[in-house]
């Protein structure tokens, strides 16, 4: 290149497309840039309105949410351990407290009560200790575990849900046919009997339903299968307190045996109901003399399709006794079917298990009576199946399906929320009914106080029963000026007791307490009198 030349724009030919020139490359140059600033105006039109719609949408949002939280909608949530109950009498200072520990210390450190034993008592207004020994000790629970389900159903359920239990169909009625499957569809009402059923078969026949087309379908889905926990033992599992829970279980998960002896000394007349549900009844049971040994078994067959009865039973009165069902959820569909065939509504098909569509037709719906009832009757009678079903139902409220595990996550969860689930605790099923569970008096009582945290603090108490007066606990002995003041839930299973309630006191109001006794060597008796001698002086202070 010549001195003084001009070196050509290598950027400029590089940018010109093959075989133009310079001039029509500078004018193709000129209209690309003109198009690029005529869409950045458009992109910077379309960003100018999207930000002032976003600013309207902030603004109207802030609005909303300002009505959504004003004072005049939406009243502020109740103070916790605030109610006029739990309020009520002189607060505990030292000289109180000095008291109520030197009136329970020689008790609990008595020689009836082993190393392995454990004691509090806290007070619900402040969640002070009391009394304390042992409290994070993890020992066997029995009865009184059923204490952790009765906080965790009435937090995560609440004390006025009820369960549903319906009758529903895909399927179309033409001229009196249900042209397809009826569904039996449960949420786990513990309490759900088998003449609950009747009910929906009268519906149906109201509703003109002379034959249905199809299956009898039991849904259980929301427990998922129908399962014992495998830590229960091999003897309990065939009577109703270790029956396999299910959305749809009916009758407390068991079946009725009436046995009637023969006044000639022949087989014994047996009767079963439901009949359905029972399944196939093999053997007989003779009928003895007056004064013979009673020998009658009944015990389930292997498969869980029904049972065998054998033995002797000696003359007199009819007898009654109770069996679980292996299998709830086939159990129910087998005995709706049958009410419909014996209201003389034909079904041409099975009774079977499934899961309804999600969008079919509710024909019927029975609902249970609230939860805070069922949890008294459980309370009251000590039911294991109860306990098993709440422990299902709140694992389907947190978790979606109402499994063991989902449940005993659900309990975990709670304490943790309490900061009381102490990892050293073992939670293996809703009742107690396990050898492997362990909790502290401590988790014990930080469920019993959840308990009073609501409004309804002066109701909450009642779900236990008195001692001495109500349910498991109406055999204590308590002196005349204490009794009607105490509640508690008890347990007992192989050699470890508890006791664990509400004691309303004769000065401070009412306080939280709570006993687990291991390994007692010198008699159930002198452990619990012990006990009701302990919960008797604190009532008094």
Do not use: C
């Amino acid at each position: 290149m010549r001195a003084g030349a001009r070196r050509p724009d290598r950027r400029a030919a590089a940018r010109a497309p093959y075989g133009m020139g310079p001039q029509r490359a500078s004018a193709l140059r000129s209209r690309r840039m003109r198009n690029r600033l005529r869409r950045l105006a458009r992109v910077v039109g379309v960003v100018v309105v999207v930000v002032a719609f976003i600013a309207v949408a902030i603004v109207i949002g802030r609005l909303f949410r300002h009505r959504q939280s004003s004072p005049q909608r939406q009243a502020p949530p109740f103070p916790p351990y605030s109610s006029a109950f739990v309020r009520s009498g002189a607060p505990w200072d030292e000289s109180s407290r000095a008291r109520l520990v030197a009136d329970i210390r020689p008790i609990v450190n008595d020689a009836v009560f082993p190393a392995t034993s454990a004691a509090i008592v806290v007070d619900p207004r402040t969640g002070a200790l009391l009394y304390s020994r042992n409290s994070s000790m993890p020992l066997t629970p029995a009865s009184t575990l059923k204490l952790i389900v009765t906080a965790t159903a009435l937090h995560d359920l609440g004390a006025g849900y009820r369960f549903a239990t319906s009758v529903v169909t895909d399927a179309h009625v033409s001229g009196g046919v249900l042209q397809g499957d009826l569904y039996l569809v449960g949420s786990g009402d513990p309490e759900l009997l088998s003449t609950d059923l009747r009910a929906a078969v009268h519906t149906l026949k109201l509703q003109g339903i002379q034959t249905i087309q199809g299956d009898v379908v039991a849904d259980a889905s929301a427990f998922g299968p129908d399962l014992v926990n495998p830590t229960w033992g091999p003897g309990d599992l065939e009577y109703g307190w270790a029956a396999p829970p299910s959305a749809l279980t009916m009758d407390g998960g068991s079946v009725q045996f009436t046995i009637t002896p023969d006044a000639d000394g022949g087989l014994a007349r047996i009767a079963v109901d439901p009949r359905a549900a029972a399944g196939r009844i093999i053997g007989g049971v003779k009928t003895a003399g007056n004064d013979d040994d009673n020998t009658l078994q009944i015990d389930p067959l292997p498969d869980g399709s029904g049972f065998t009865l054998s033995g002797q039973i000696p003359y007199g009165a009819p007898q009654q006794y109770w069996r679980a069902i292996a299998h709830p959820t086939h159990s129910a569909s087998l005995v709706l079917r049958s009410m419909l065939n014996d209201a003389g509504i034909r079904v041409t098909g099975v009774a079977t298990t499934g899961t309804a569509p999600p969008n079919a037709t509710v024909l019927w719906t029975h609902r249970s009576r609230p939860l805070s009832q069922i949890i008294r009757k459980m309370a009251f009678d000590s039911d294991n199946h109860i306990a098993e079903q709440l422990l299902r139902a709140v694992g389907q409220e947190t978790a979606g399906v109402g499994t063991l595990a989902n449940g005993l996550s659900a309990e975990h969860a709670y304490l943790a929320s309490m900061q009381t689930d102490d990892p050293h605790i073992r939670l293996i099923d809703g009742s107690g009914l396990s050898p492997d569970d362990r909790v502290s008096v401590a988790v014990l009582a930080a469920a019993l106080r959840s308990v009073l945290a609501g409004p309804d603090a002066a109701q909450a108490v009642t779900l236990l029963p008195r001692v001495g007066i109500d349910g498991t606990v109406s055999s204590r002995v308590l002196a005349d000026d204490v009794i009607g003041r105490i509640f508690g839930k008890d347990g007992y299973i192989e050699g470890a007791s508890g006791l664990a309630g509400f004691i309303r006191t004769a000065h401070h109001g009412v306080v939280v307490y709570a006993f687990l006794v291991d390994g007692w060597q010198q008699g159930l008796d002198a452990v619990w009198s012990g006990e009701d001698d302990a919960i008797s002086k604190i009532a008094r202070l």
